[in-house]
């Protein structure tokens, strides 16, 4: 039986199945990037809600193996030689499942670096812009009288989509024909954009026909279906 008792997230969390990977997370849009890997590989698994509404990702025994106090964060009871790992960073945990198991990351080189060159611009792009359109669409940030911030994000995500766009003219995929770890990164974000933040009409969602037939691609798959379920926050 894996031990887990070297990492304190197992105590506040613990494990009915410490043999499968341990996933802490919530079914936001960096958190159904790792369920949705996860249901992609068909590895076992074992998921843990994480209330970020009640500041759960900050409780020490969650820093002590996320000190950046955010979701998702994962252990592999048997990562590298056999020897339990923690991770946290969503595009790490992708990277670190598409290699364990082979899939959904390229084995030519040109075309795994240009597959992470995508991710890369999910993580850096558009995870930052579209949460913040988020915040100020739907959160705090709505009831501020001063509308350029709002104004500046929209403008800015409107950009990214277009490049998006761009990508998947002529591809059925952000690589072409395979799907990889670059559209399961990203279908979540868009997918939110459109749907939890309320900002179809404003971002001027449907001018993007190639990113709206991608997005129906993959909410069609079922893994994908699943994924964006779990951990629910019900």
Do not use: C
């Not at 958190?31 to 949705?36: D, F, L, P």
């Not at 970020?52 to 994962?74: R, T, V």
């Not at 990214?160 to 799907?179: H, K």
Request: cysteine-free; proline content about 7%; aromatic content about 12%.
């Amino acid at each position: 039986m894996a031990d887990l008792s070297a990492y304190p997230i197992a105590r506040r969390w613990p494990a009915q199945h410490p043999g499968r990977i341990q996933l802490y997370s919530l079914n936001t849009p960096n958190g159904v990037k790792a369920s949705i890997m996860l249901e992609e590989t068909g590895l076992p698994y074992e998921p843990h809600l994480v209330d970020i509404m009640e500041n759960q990702s900050h409780l020490p025994e969650f820093l002590a193996l996320n000190p950046n106090g955010k979701i998702p964060a994962i252990i592999d009871p048997d990562g590298p030689g056999g020897q339990p790992l923690g991770l946290f960073e969503s595009g790490a945990i992708l990277m670190y499942l598409a290699e364990k198991t082979g899939k959904f990351l390229p084995v030519d080189a040109a075309a795994r670096w240009e597959t992470i060159q995508w991710l890369f611009f999910q993580m850096a792009s558009i995870g930052p812009m579209f949460g913040q359109v988020g915040f100020f669409n739907k959160f705090a940030g709505r009831q501020y009288e001063d509308k350029r911030p709002l104004q500046r994000y929209v403008a800015e995500t409107r950009r990214l989509l277009g490049v998006l766009e761009g990508r998947l003219q002529g591809r059925a995929w952000i690589m072409g024909d395979d799907y990889t770890i670059a559209d399961i990164a990203t279908l979540g974000w868009v997918n939110n954009l459109i749907t939890f933040y309320e900002a179809r009409e404003l971002v001027e969602f449907d001018r993007f026909a190639n990113v709206a037939a991608w997005l129906e691609r993959g909410l069609a798959r079922p893994a994908v279906q699943r994924g964006l379920q779990i951990p629910s926050r019900d």
